[in-house]
């Protein structure tokens, strides 16, 4: 299955084009779920894995206090 | 036990090395699909076929599982646990592994293995997923709050997939 790599937003200044909606209707942040198509699915998994990480290390300095 | 941060990559990497048929489910499914949101846990369907199953008891040796439910903590799952219909929920040294026999309204491997499609996540490394469409009927089918609570973003990551 093809993979868009399209960029839907503005990186340079990383936010949104003027003629694109933000969020949809029931609240969804539209800018996000474009960032994440402009991204191959092996890159999502990066995106991911930081996220738990990142995450992880929160819960861990919390733990430590 | 300690428990180890989410390492997905490697998760996968030791079911791809063992050769072990499984589809990906669930969050890590959604994110691949273009979701974004976090998760904490790799969902899989695996096929309960006796090769399959042998195969992969083999790389859960290797991940180290152990069932991290009550009751049953520090167990290893056995041949006959795999070959269930039943969620096996399993803490690997790379983090949570949930092994799934069937999902939503009894769907096993083989009727989902129509509704996937492959994707290159790493060098040589192609996993099985779910296909978007099939995830969301997934989610509709278990009725959950939190499988509802999903179906909203990923709805709209169809919908964006589609103008792309």
Known sequence: ?65 | MPEPSANYLAILKILHQHKVKFIIVGGVCAVLHGAPMATFDLDVVHSRDRDNLTRLSAALEVLGALYRVPGRHEMEPSLSHLASERHQLLMTRFGPLDLLGTIGKGRDYDQLLQETVELEIGPALKVRVSTLESLIKTKEETGQEKDRAALPLLRRVLEEKAKA
């Open chain 1, 1 to 65: 299955m093809a993979e868009s790599r399209t960029p839907s937003r503005n990186l340079e200044i990383g936010l949104p084009l003027a003629h694109e909606q933000t969020y949809s209707s029931d609240g969804v942040d539209l800018t996000l779920i474009r960032w994440m198509l402009s991204l191959t699915p092996a890159e999502r998994l990066q995106v991911l894995q930081q996220s738990v990480e990142s995450l992880q290390s929160l819960r861990d300095a919390r733990a430590k206090r």
